[in-house]
């Protein structure tokens, strides 16, 4: 069942840079999106190609993007999601969204909207699927005593503070059910919406609870506006490290994903200016490109940089083993060969130069509490301090 379409002027405050990425417009007549098409669903033998003279957007607003963005309710039973991935660093996340919004043409979780029947391509930034009862699953899981408390990711898939989350909140109030449990939760996002949330956050960081990595992938507010069209621009997000930084809460930059031929060279810089936003630690990410995502960056590179799509693909290739994507364990996050170690080298000396290279603290789940838990009185009358759970 559809929501209603936000509306172009969503309530909240809407990112200074919003109206910027939204005057795009790619080849393809698409305005505020990262995929010019929906390639077939590669489980589907049938694909439907829509007649988008009839799906624009509101050619006059230029803060509608097109076609328009369909909201629908997911049916999901549960919030928390696991995985055993051993290149990710956690085990337990939590996506109040599937499907993003920001329209990130390389994002390897387009694939995964093909699990719902539709395409990788515009489908995966256009109908976005809404958790709505994600605060309250949450809550419920960690009530249970199988729960044991460990760092939750918000979100491993797609980004929780896309522009919906403005309007609806989700991830706030998933947030707010993290925050009274004292569970710890690191965010990974491309937006300065983050900041809204910063007084959660602040409580949470009074136990070593959180810690926020901001995705920065370029510098060049030309090459973010066709790449990522509707995520914060970078200086947004160098301001958002900033005021995360100054408010006390722990804060990384995340230089994702690099991509060779066209962002690799701006590693040092990016560093240098998260460093001086505030930030403390700091990772990077090689391009990933499974399945169907694949064709969609090579169009993409033809239509914003056909000079340099030889190059980027040629490297990419020379990093996968002759191909455009590794699924590996281990080798799909940083690549093989000559041009992975000189950049796997840039990152390692930027980083040091930058004075990011210092261990962080570990998140700690020390404070967990499950609040009310009747067993709690059992463990005070036996002389115990404190019983599983009671923080």
Request: proline share 8%; charged share 25%.
């Amino acid at each position: 069942m559809a929501f209603e379409r936000p509306g172009a002027k969503m309530g909240g405050g809407r990112l200074s840079s919003d109206s910027a990425m939204m005057e795009e417009k790619t080849a393809a007549g698409h305005k505020g999106r990262g995929a010019g098409e929906n390639p077939p669903n590669r489980f589907d033998r049938l694909h439907l190609e829509p007649d988008l003279e009839f799906a624009q957007a509101d050619p006059d607003d230029p803060d509608v993007p097109s076609p328009k963005t369909e909201l629908y309710r997911d049916a999901s039973r549960t919030a928390i999601a696991y995985n055993q991935s051993p290149d990710v660093g956690f085990e337990a996340s939590v996506n109040p969204y599937r499907g993003c919004e920001h329209g990130c043409v390389y994002c390897y979780a387009r694939p995964t909207h093909e699990y719902l029947g539709l395409s990788s391509g515009l489908d995966f930034e256009t109908k976005i699927f809404v958790k709505e009862d994600a605060p309250h699953l949450l809550r419920s899981e960690l009530m249970a005593e199988s729960w044991k408390p460990q760092v939750i990711a918000v979100s491993g898939v797609t980004d929780a503070y896309q522009p919906v989350e403005r309007r609806l909140g989700i991830t706030r109030k998933c947030l707010e059910v993290l925050a009274e449990f004292r569970n710890p939760l690191v965010i990974i996002t491309k937006s300065r919406l983050v900041t809204r949330d910063i007084d959660v956050l602040r409580e949470l960081a009074k136990f070593h609870a959180c810690a926020v990595m901001v995705s920065v992938t370029t510098l060049r507010p030309e090459v973010q506006r066709v790449m990522e069209p509707r995520a914060s621009s970078p200086t947004a997000r160098l301001e958002a490290i900033r005021e995360l930084a100054a408010a006390g809460i722990p804060v990384g930059v995340m230089v994702a994903p690099v991509v060779p031929g066209l962002t690799d060279h701006e590693i040092p810089a990016i560093l240098d200016a998260a460093a001086e936003a505030g930030a403390r630690r700091a990772g990077y990410v090689m391009l990933r490109l499974p399945f169907a995502v694949k064709s969609l960056f090579e169009s993409w590179l033809e239509r914003h940089f056909p000079e340099r799509k030889s190059k980027v693909l040629n490297r990419i290739r020379d990093m996968r083993g002759g191909n455009l994507n590794d699924p590996r364990f281990g080798s799909r996050m940083r690549g093989e060969g000559a041009f992975a170690d000189e950049t796997a080298a840039l990152f390692r000396i930027a980083r040091a130069k930058a004075g990011l290279d210092r261990k962080p603290p570990p998140l700690s789940t020390e404070h967990f509490r499950r609040p009310g838990w009747s067993q709690g009185t059992l463990f005070d009358a036996l002389g115990l301090a404190g019983g599983p759970g009671t923080g």
